[in-house]
């Protein structure tokens, strides 16, 4: 698969892989990432990644660049085509972590599920059921710290945003929003239907990587009762 790149203001390269959301296009993305951060180049900053492309920050100052005239836009680009013949050199396709997450859903935790139910011709009964047992790939870590972007959820259970977003979701919010869902990291306004909550931190400050969750993890869902979350949620670390 080419690389195609484009400038992202002038400390960044964006590389884009594709389109749509597409997980022979996440492994490729992925495969990328450990090929330059195993051989940064001077300068090198950091990678992030999205569903179809993977943006490549770097220091200008502290680049190297060749004495013939060249801008640090095209010299970075040219260590990447570098590393892109060498692309089909990895074999292997590294899957991440399945990390199971406990969610409490309906109810105080889940306001929103009736309304998904309702939408889609289904029981409350039918959307957890739906919602919990499936696996759910992490494509991407954005929007808040630490919230997923998932993919794998199916269309039966899906539901439009909320045509006014709440002025706050709490925290471990569980919400579906189209065709995709995710999990609210923290306190934050949002416009998702949200159909429960987990007694899981996602995004830890004082931890190295500070999210629970990484690109290329899969997740799946796993439903418990209100006594099950606070107890869940009094063990979580301060």
């Not at 590389?15 to 597409?22: H, M």
């Not at 935790?109 to 739906?130: C, K, Q, T, Y």
């Not at 696996?135 to 794998?152: C, R």
Request: with cysteine; net charge negative; glycine share 14%.
């Amino acid at each position: 698969m080419a690389w195609s790149f484009f400038p992202l203001g002038d400390s960044a390269v964006l590389i884009e892989f594709g389109s749509g959301v597409d997980e022979k296009i996440h492994q490729e993305i992925r495969a990328a990432v450990r090929r330059i951060e195993g051989r940064p180049f001077p300068g090198f900053i950091e990678c992030v990644s999205a569903f179809n492309t993977l943006c490549v920050y770097y220091d200008l100052m502290g680049l190297r660049l060749p004495g013939r005239k060249m801008t640090a836009y095209e010299h970075v680009c040219s260590l990447l085509r570098e590393m892109e013949k060498t692309a089909g050199d990895d074999k292997e396709v590294q899957s991440g972590q399945v990390i199971d997450i406990p969610v409490c859903y309906g109810g105080e935790f889940g306001p929103d599920l009736g309304h998904v139910a309702e939408l889609n011709g289904l029981s409350e009964e039918d959307v957890i059921s739906i919602h919990a047992g499936g696996q759910y790939l992490v494509y991407a870590i954005g929007f808040a710290p630490g919230f997923p972007y998932l993919g794998g959820m199916p269309d039966t259970i899906a539901a439009p945003r909320k045509k006014t977003p709440r002025l706050s979701i709490p925290a471990g919010s569980v919400g579906i929003a189209g065709a995709q869902t995710g999990i609210y990291p923290i306190e934050t306004p949002g416009g998702w239907q949200i159909i429960g909550r987990t007694p899981l931190e996602l995004f830890r400050p004082g931890d190295s990587p500070p999210t629970l969750l990484q690109g290329g993890d899969y997740i799946r869902f796993c439903p418990i009762g209100p006594e099950e979350y606070r107890r869940l949620r009094g063990m979580q670390p301060l």
